[in-house]
């Protein structure tokens, strides 16, 4: 039976090399980075019908996972897009869509990539998996591996939140806890990954894993009908999501689907602005050497040549990128929460941060329909813990109580 997937090549970003669909992790005439091609004119021929079921692997025929029976699932994508006119009122735009990526298994955006990522460690035969993470991807990746009955190797961040170490020590049987940031074991790791001991589960080549992050630019635009927001804000720490989600909207533009593909808005946290900082300066990425940020999932100094890519792409298609303090970030955390009861995680709402400061800056315009991507859950957060110190109640005061605080 031909599959459904309608994955053609890997194509060269640089030179335009193309190579069947076999594990590659970069072009071998230029060392460039390589990408996912697809059979447009049947996209364009057949239309969104294509697509069938929910959830992530609803839309297989744009992703590069030829066997159903690799397709493991623990209930990705398919996560809401939250209309937010209380918040969009405060922001002062005329429409606020947040595409929140926390009711995922694991919590994160993560859960799309990890997918398809261990999917593909199956179709290409591999025993293991491996990822050098500050958490989310730890988690996700280990998850996602005991799901396909494969050992995985994560490597964590030693600040990591101690909800994401639990859950990492709970799905993983090999955690192993790293000195220092992501940039100091991920340069090495990288070279390891030649020697295939372990599927490539990181985020600095392996366009298999990337690709699932794509599904987030098809599940926005069916959920508008197909007229997606006019901005769309993605997180960036390696810039995966960024990528592959305005590669998404690439692909329905060239396939005849939607009009246009939104504005794209590359996110970071200050402390790690490596992408936002070349954009601002019209200069290469010159790598960072980052400390603690509180949008951990964004603490990546040198994000590489995806970094560059996400550059080229900023320059490419008139985007935008602006980075947030941790101070703003937190302030964004608890504003959503409060404004539309949404409780995420400071990497999940460095977007949102980021959107306040440019529509501050008036550097995007606030009558236009914009789109954050919120990527991670509140539950996963570390912080205090709010007062326990406990009231006993009888009728009167109770009475009392609940009068003047509602009354
Ligand atoms: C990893 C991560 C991101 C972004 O990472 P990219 O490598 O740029 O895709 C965003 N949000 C969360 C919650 C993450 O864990
Ligand atoms: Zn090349």
């Not at 804000?233 to 989600?245: H, K, L, Q, S």
């Not at 008139?318 to 404004?339: M, N, T």
């Not at 789109?371 to 991670?376: G, H, L, P, Y």
Request: proline share 5%; glycine share 10%; net charge positive.
């Amino acid at each position: 039976m031909k599959s459904d997937s309608l994955a053609e090549s890997l194509t060269c970003i640089d030179c335009g090399a193309t190579y069947p669909l076999t594990y590659r992790l970069e072009c071998e005439r230029c060392r460039g980075l390589l990408e996912l091609r697809y059979d447009i004119a049947r996209l364009r021929a057949v239309g969104p019908e294509l697509f069938s079921g929910s959830g992530l692997w609803r839309y297989a025929p744009v992703l590069p996972i030829a066997d159903p029976a690799h397709r493991l699932t623990l209930g990705e994508g398919g996560t809401p897009l939250l209309d937010c006119p209380r918040l969009a009122g405060e922001l002062g735009v005329r429409r606020l869509l947040l595409k929140f990526d926390g009711p995922n298994p694991t919590g994160t955006v993560k859960d799309r990539s990890s997918a398809t990522a261990v999917a593909a460690a199956l179709g290409f035969g591999y025993r293991a998996t491996s990822v050098v993470s500050s958490g989310n991807a730890g988690s996700s990746v280990a998850a996602y591996s005991a799901r396909a009955g494969l050992p995985s190797l994560i490597f964590a961040y030693e600040r990591a939140s101690a909800p994401k170490l639990l859950h990492m020590a709970a799905t993983t049987t090999n955690l192993i806890i790293y000195k220092g940031v992501y940039d100091d074991l991920i340069t090495i790791w990288d070279r390891l990954v030649e020697e295939r001991l372990f599927f490539d589960c990181g985020a600095s080549r392996n366009a298999y894993k990337q690709e699932g992050k794509k599904t987030l630019a098809y599940e926005i635009a069916e959920q508008t009908r197909w007229t997606p927001p006019d901005v769309v804000v993605a997180p960036v720490a390696v810039g995966e999501t960024f990528i592959a989600t305005a590669r998404g909207f690439r692909e329905m533009r060239e396939a005849g689907w939607i009009a246009r593909a939104p504005l794209m808005v590359a996110a970071q946290a200050t402390r790690a602005n490596g992408v936002a900082r070349a954009f601002r300066d019209g200069t290469a990425i010159t790598p960072l050497k980052i400390g603690y940020t509180v949008a951990e999932g964004l603490a990546a100094g040198d994000p590489g040549k995806k970094g560059a890519w996400v550059l080229r792409l900023l320059r490419e298609g008139k985007g935008l990128a602006g980075d947030a303090e941790d101070d703003e970030i937190l302030a964004a955390q608890r504003r959503l929460a409060r404004v539309e009861g949404i409780w995420a995680g400071p990497t999940g709402v460095a977007t949102l941060a980021v959107l306040a400061r440019l529509l501050a800056q008036k550097q995007l315009d606030p009558a236009q329909t914009i789109c954050a991507i919120i990527s991670e859950t509140g539950l996963k957060t570390e912080a205090e813990p709010p007062s326990r110190t406990a009231i006993a109640f009888d009728d009167a005061t109770l009475r009392r109580l609940v009068i003047e605080r509602l009354g």
